[in-house]
């Protein structure tokens, strides 16, 4: 990042100068007051197109500042000419577009104050919350931008007394399910496969919603987390450090690992039958394509078995050959868990009625007896 972008103004709760000339009476906020607070209004993020592709804050609108093409010339004049130049520079690319940057701004605000950020909280908030402010808008400011925000999820994790409880079971043992049950019943529930829109293997991607980033990926476990109790437990599905291209983060993943874990064990045939019911109805090239993902590991007679299993719709063949894989992995997953561990043999119970004794198990003190 330049410095011409996010040079080092005072950001405390008082006025601050503008780069445009004048002077501001919104307020800096810490990024935790920041982000309670703009529930009350709309966050306006002044990065490049890149930046708030790359990730941005749940909820956030777009209001560049500068175009990607625009900022990567200023940088390099701030670099090689010097602050003034750059700044001028600035201007004039800034100069003709502010008219649609005010415009952009009210429609998005319809009265609502402006929570404006950048990346560390420096020249491009300052600059557009001194325009949006000068025809009328309310703006706030975020102390140390987004690159705070970033590291406010860090700071959430380790200093809150979070609890978590993890639920573990093979491969279609409607783990998913129990968790979505443990939410209607007024659980606290991080679903990870949700967020990262990937269903954790090889088939995982199928009939999902492109992933997000991962720096977006955090963002919206933060978000997740921030309508979260510290004093009430957290339930979430248990999983490998990656989901499809996202990966949990380190802190996060440790915490998960060590975390109490319910293994949730139904009948294999139960588990069969809820994969066939889960996974038959996307089409046979994606499924014959997942297995192919996983050819190595299954071998080349189980793979081509597999294959022609779903060519010709025997599905429950299908499902038996990729469980002899998953199987073996799930072992392995769960010899790396370091936090307590209970057993719970379901049969072939239902998601609702599995979740409804864990909750009562663990409210009673039961679970990890």
């Known amino acids: 990042m330049s410095s011409f972008d996010e040079g080092n103004y005072n950001l405390e709760n008082k006025d601050v100068s503008s780069p445009l000339g004048g002077g501001r009476e919104g307020a800096v906020l810490f990024p935790e007051i920041f982000l309670r607070n703009s529930k009350e209004g709309k966050i306006i993020d002044v990065r490049t197109p890149a930046e708030f592709e790359k990730g941005h804050i749940p909820g956030a609108?777009?209001?560049?500042?500068?175009?990607?093409?625009?900022?990567?010339?200023?940088?390099?004049?701030?670099?090689?000419?010097?602050?003034?130049?750059?700044?001028?520079?600035?201007?004039?690319?800034?100069?003709?577009?502010?008219?649609?940057?005010?415009?952009?701004?009210?429609?998005?605000?319809?009265?609502?104050?402006?929570?404006?950020?950048?990346?560390?909280g420096g020249m491009r908030s300052a600059s557009m919350a001194w325009l949006f402010e000068t025809v009328g808008m309310k703006c706030y400011t975020m102390q140390g931008g987004y690159k705070a925000y970033r590291r406010s999820f860090h700071e959430l994790l380790e200093n809150e007394p979070w609890k978590f409880i993890v639920i573990a079971g093979p491969t279609g043992s409607g783990k998913t399910a129990i968790l979505y049950e443990l939410e209607k019943k007024g659980e606290q529930v991080l679903d990870l496969e949700g967020i990262a829109h990937h269903k954790g293997s090889a088939f995982g991607s199928l009939g999902e919603l492109p992933q997000p980033t991962n720096e977006q990926f955090e963002n919206n476990i933060h978000e997740k987390m921030r309508s979260f109790s510290p004093e009430r437990p957290v339930w979430v599905e248990g999983e490998s450090r990656s989901i499809g291209r996202n990966f949990i983060p380190d802190d996060l993943f440790t915490m998960l690992i060590n975390s109490g874990t319910v293994h949730v064990m139904p009948d294999f045939e139960y588990r069969v039958k809820r994969l066939v019911v889960d996974y038959a109805k996307y089409p046979k090239d994606e499924l014959i394509h997942s297995f192919e993902k996983i050819a190595k590991r299954l071998g080349g007679l189980r793979t081509k078995n597999a294959v022609e299993a779903v060519q010709n719709e025997n599905y429950d063949v299908a499902v038996r050959i990729g469980l002899e894989?998953?199987?073996?992995?799930?072992?392995?997953?769960?010899?790396?868990?370091?936090?307590?561990?209970?057993?719970?043999?379901t049969g072939s119970d239902e998601p609702e009625k599995v979740a409804g004794e864990l909750k009562e198990k663990f409210h009673n003190g039961d679970l990890f007896k």
């Not at 004049?77 to 602050?83: A, E, L, N, P, T």
């Not at 750059?86 to 104050?113: C, H, N």
């Not at 199987?327 to 997953?333: L, R, W």
């Open 61 to 120: 609108y777009n209001i560049p500042l500068f175009t990607n093409d625009q900022r990567a010339i200023v940088g390099t004049i701030y670099k090689k000419q010097g602050k003034e130049k750059a700044v001028i520079k600035g201007l004039e690319f800034v100069g003709p577009a502010m008219k649609d940057m005010v415009l952009k701004a009210k429609k998005i605000s319809g009265g609502d104050p402006l929570y404006v950020h950048c990346w560390r």
């Open 325 to 345: 894989y998953y199987d073996k992995t799930y072992q392995h997953a769960i010899d790396n868990r370091t936090g307590r561990k209970v057993i719970i043999n």
